[in-house]
Nanobody, 126 residues
Framework: QMQPVESGGASVQAGGSLRLSCTFS????????RAWFRQAPGNGREGISC????????TYQDSVKGRFTISRDDAKNMVYLEMNSLKPEDTAIYYC???????????????????WGPGTQVTVSS
């Protein structure tokens, strides 16, 4: 079974930057999109960014648009999330996932496959 493993989370001050990494152990994720989700304290898990297969077209939730950048390295089976201008409301556990679609159109967050990884904690202080 495909198992993502996230890393790179830390405690930073507002305005700071972090780069999260994710690798997928087990079966290769195949020719599918990749995505990042997050879960803030007391909230449900939400999809925040997605990157399509092949052409690498990206989409972002409005709250992170212009500050976060998703990228992928298929040769290494890795996906990354560059986070800049961090805000206290970005505090959450961050998870990566495979999306069983080639692109990130429509409700891509409903098409996640595989087990959730352990996530990586990001804490932003004001």
């Amino acid at each position: 079974q495909m198992q993502p493993v996230e890393s790179g989370g830390a405690s930073v001050q507002a305005g700071g930057s972090l780069r999260l990494s994710c690798t997928f152990s087990g079966v290769n994720g195949g020719d599918f999109a990749r995505a990042w989700f997050r879960q803030a304290p007391g909230n449900g898990r939400e999809g925040i960014s997605c990157i399509s297969f092949s052409v690498g077209k990206t989409t972002y939730q409005d709250s992170v648009k212009g500050r976060f950048t998703i990228s992928r390295d298929d040769a290494k089976n890795m996906v990354y999330l560059e986070m800049n201008s961090l805000k206290p409301e970005d505090t959450a556990i961050y998870y990566c996932a495979v999306i069983t679609r080639i692109d990130c159109s429509g409700s891509w967050w409903d098409h996640r496959v595989g087990a959730w990884g352990p996530g990586t904690q990001v804490t932003v202080s004001s």
